[in-house]
T-cell receptor, first 110, second 117 residues
Framework: QKEVEQNSGPLSVPEGAIASLNCTYS??????FFWYRQYSGKSPELIMSIYSNGDKEDGRFTAQLNKASQYVSLLIRDSQPSDSATYLCAVYTGGFKTIFGAGTRLFVKA | GAVVSQHPSRVICKSGTSVKIECRSL??????MFWYRQFPKQSLMLMATSNEGSKATYEQGVEKDKFLINHASLTLSTLTVTSAHPEDSSFYIC?????????????FGPGTRLLVL
């Protein structure tokens, strides 16, 4: 059974802090990894993708991938109240499907 | 990024009627599209995978005769909820895979909120 696990949260951080979101996956042949942000009542929006071990930075977001340990994380620097949302980790292992985690709810307190 | 549209964004219908939801990839071709359902405060639930030119693949527990999927072109998939009932009220979201890109990335439509009275 291919699985993607996330802590459901809520994760609460003060404004300006670093938010760290983690995800583990079970299928070692996973190829591509994605982070989506979903605001309440809205559909998911792609914010980051990563394919190689190491860090990938895009503005305030940094995705980290460690294939040996089978985990991927998302760091949000200088967190803002507007970052409050549910963050979905997604893993593509080939074939037709991308497997989504259940999401971590993030609250950034002003 | 690639753009996926959905229509309608919101629909209210009477119990027993059918509702059709359209999903379009606007600036890319998508051999594969996906239909999800999400109830309030719950996770995305994959309903089916829609394949252009062939039958959709339904997830376990999803009634294929109730949720009809048609993927007639590389830019359009439709989901028809037949004989809708109040328990079908939910947020329906489609996504499309941009297979022309280097990586198999899924982009989501804005969703359709269905309310069955």
């Amino acid at each position: 059974q291919k699985e993607v696990e996330q802590n459901s949260g809520p994760l609460s951080v003060p404004e300006g802090a670093i938010a760290s979101l983690n995800c583990t996956y079970s299928d070692r042949v996973s190829q591509s990894f994605f982070w989506y942000r979903q605001y309440s009542g809205k559909s998911p929006e792609l914010i980051m993708s990563i394919y190689s071990n190491g860090d990938k930075e895009d503005g305030r977001f940094t995705a980290q991938l460690n294939k040996a340990s089978q985990y991927v994380s998302l760091l949000i620097r200088d967190s803002q109240p507007s970052d409050s949302a549910t963050y979905l980790c997604a893993v593509y292992t080939g074939g037709f499907k991308t497997i989504f985690g259940a999401g971590t709810r993030l609250f950034v307190k002003a | 990024g690639a753009v996926v549209s959905q229509h309608p964004s919101r629909v209210i219908c009477k119990s027993g009627t059918s509702v059709k939801i359209e999903c379009r990839s606007l600036d890319f071709q998508a051999t594969t599209m996906f239909w999800y359902r999400q109830f309030p405060k719950q996770s995305l639930m994959l309903m089916a995978t829609s394949n252009e030119g062939s039958k959709a693949t339904y997830e376990q527990g999803v009634e294929k005769d109730k949720f009809l999927i048609n993927h007639a072109s590389l830019t359009l998939s439709t989901l028809t909820v037949t004989s809708a009932h109040p328990e079908d009220s939910s947020f329906y979201i489609c996504s499309a895979r941009d297979e022309g890109s280097a990586v198999e990335t899924q982009y989501f439509g804005p969703g359709t909120r269905l309310l069955v009275l």
